[in-house]
């Protein structure tokens, strides 16, 4: 598997959650399972007690991400650590694929857990894949959005670490908002400009009117 495969499973299970909307679409077992995607052996061991865990790694997970947009890089890779000493995996080569005629194996790296519980498993491996991707290509391209009031996590794999939103839908609301700001700001300043003007004026008059008295 890709290891972006992998940083995903931190994604998809820290966005099930938009505090700042007051969402939690982690509510029940069919919603853990979602979280798995493709992996649905491991889904379908989950239970209701897997709910609350799964909240409480998601608000770790969380903290990875604030962390991290925050610049705050020794804390992101400390919280991360503790994950990763609590939900140890086990690498393995894995061939499932074939790359030629010949039938050969396409070899590849394979993060094998060994989980008491479906939490415990899932957290393993979205800790692993978020290092991998944090040590890959720095701390900093972990990032929330910052379209308000979405603040969803994302990973950014942008060439030029440009990434600031979750998805496109974001992006064009924060350009919107912001297209609209500056028409409001370009549509005030005439009045504002003329409000001065009228101050000066006014301010103009009460000198001559001192100077006036003055004699």
């Known amino acids: 598997m890709e290891l972006a495969y992998y940083s995903d499973y931190a994604v998809r299970l820290v966005n099930s959650e938009e505090p700042v909307r007051g969402k939690d679409s982690l509510t029940s077992v069919e919603a853990v399972r979602d979280l798995f995607g493709v992996n649905a052996s491991a889904a379908r061991r989950a239970t209701d007690a897997d709910v609350t865990r799964f909240r409480s790694v998601r608000g770790r997970l969380r903290a990875v991400f604030e962390a991290a947009d925050q610049g705050d890089e020794t804390l992101a890779v400390d919280l991360l650590n503790s994950l990763l000493l609590e939900f140890p995996v086990s690498p393995q080569i894995s061939g499932h694929d074939h790359r030629d005629e010949d039938d050969r194996p396409l070899w590849h790296m394979h993060l094998a857990d ?6 415990a498993g899932y957290a393993a491996i979205a800790a692993m894949g978020l290092a991998f991707h944090l040590t890959e290509y720095g701390v900093d391209r972990l990032g929330l959005c910052e379209a308000p009031p979405c603040r969803n996590a994302y990973l950014d794999t942008s060439t030029n670490r440009s990434r600031r939103y979750c998805s496109d839908r974001c992006a064009t609301r924060a350009n919107v908002a912001a297209y609209r700001a500056r028409k409001r700001l370009e549509a005030d300043r005439p ?11 006014a301010a103009e008059s009460a000198q001559r009117a001192n100077a006036s008295g003055d004699r």
Do not use: D, I, Q
């Open 114 to 119: 060994h989980p008491s519980n479906v939490t």
């Open 191 to 201: 009045e504002r400009l003329e409000r001065s003007a009228s101050t000066g004026r």
